[in-house]
């Protein structure tokens, strides 16, 4: 299974963008989205923008993913019997 990750543009060059989500920029293609701006929330997978998100939809999914991040850590530390 496969996960397409909401990734903000924040640097464009050609077809070429540079996203960030969580602190963390990677370089991604816009072969897929040539209307995607800078500011525009993307779907990336495999390196590639697939689909330009609304950015309220972005947002709200990448909160999704915090949250199951924090469960994931706090399940992790009650195995360790840290908690």
């Not at 929330?41 to 909160?63: C, D, K, M, S, W």
Request: proline share 4%.
């Amino acid at each position: 299974m496969c996960l397409g990750i909401p990734t903000r543009i924040v640097k464009i060059e050609g077809e070429t963008a540079i996203g960030e989500v969580g602190g963390v920029e990677r370089e991604i293609s816009l072969v897929m989205t040539p209307g995607a701006k800078v500011g525009d929330y993307v779907i990336v997978h495999a390196g590639f923008a697939i689909q330009i998100l609304n950015p309220e939809e972005a947002r709200g999914t990448l909160r999704i993913f915090e949250e199951m991040a924090e469960r994931v850590s706090e399940r992790r530390r009650r195995v360790k019997g840290d908690v």
